[in-house]
């Protein structure tokens, strides 16, 4: 291993400006991942050259691949960087925003168009005034382990980084909303308000603009069955429309 850790990474100082690539050269040490690079670059924001530069951007909160926040695209793979262990990749280390959202600023991206996305398909169970109605419907200790790899989802971006559907030009949510919807209609309680969600991806951005590419389930750091939810959501949808064609 090299006593030094060379780091390129893809820098836009207003969301509004041309990115850049600055290179960065750091002492190796042993067990870093690439949160705790960038941590060391913003201590000395100097590049290569020697110059002082502004400090690198990049958003954190967990480190420990739950909340999906440090999401970006290493060495052109979209992954978290708190996960990301230097001893275990290739450089130049490579580090860029992820391309599908807003720039902020560096390798930071404005997740925004996510959360309004699962208030479209209205990804949630509404509970208020039921607190006092006793305890909600049984459910199977495998019907719970089933929604449980689908409640794992964080919101991180990575199915939406390599689907060749979604664009920062269309209305399409993505399989990480169409997984929820399936998530929240196999609960059930969450089953009361079905149709709401079928309804909401029935619409344009739904579940009939996926390609079926795939990409997404490769890519999901938690190895949610994207795929399938999406299959899913395909046969209930089918299924609401022609409720709503005879009225039942």
């Not at 990474?9 to 960038?38: C, G």
């Not at 920062?168 to 169409?178: Q, R, T």
């Not at 990409?215 to 429309?241: D, F, H, W, Y």
Request: hydrophobic share 35%.
């Amino acid at each position: 291993m090299a006593n030094t850790i060379e780091v390129h990474i893809k820098r836009q100082l207003e969301p509004d400006t041309a990115p850049y690539w600055e290179h960065f050269s750091l002492p190796y040490k042993k067990n870093m991942n690439v949160i705790s690079v960038l941590m060391e670059i913003q201590r000395k924001p100097q590049n290569s050259a020697g110059q002082r530069v502004p400090a690198v951007t990049w958003d954190q909160n967990c480190l420990e691949e739950v909340c999906g926040s440090c999401t970006m695209v290493i060495n052109g793979k979209v992954r978290q960087a708190c996960s990301a262990l230097v001893d275990k990749l290739e450089q130049p280390l490579r580090l860029e925003p992820m391309t599908k959202f807003p720039t902020v600023r560096d390798l930071q991206v404005d997740r925004q168009r996510m959360f309004n996305d699962l208030k479209k398909v209205n990804a949630w169970v509404p509970i208020d005034g039921t607190h006092d109605l006793g305890p909600g419907p049984r459910q199977s200790g495998d019907a719970a382990l089933k929604r449980y790899a689908l409640s794992t989802c964080m919101t991180c971006g990575c199915c939406l980084e390599v689907c060749p559907q979604y664009s920062p030009d269309n209305n399409f949510v993505g399989a990480f909303a169409l997984s929820q919807v399936r998530l929240m209609n196999d609960h059930p309680t969450g089953a009361l308000n079905k149709a709401d969600r079928l309804h909401a991806i029935m619409d344009e951005g739904g579940v009939a603009d996926c390609g079926n590419a795939q990409n997404c389930v490769k890519a999901c750091p938690k190895e949610i069955p994207l795929t399938e939810s999406i299959a899913a959501m395909g046969r209930a949808t089918t299924v609401q429309g022609i409720k709503d064609i005879f009225g039942k």
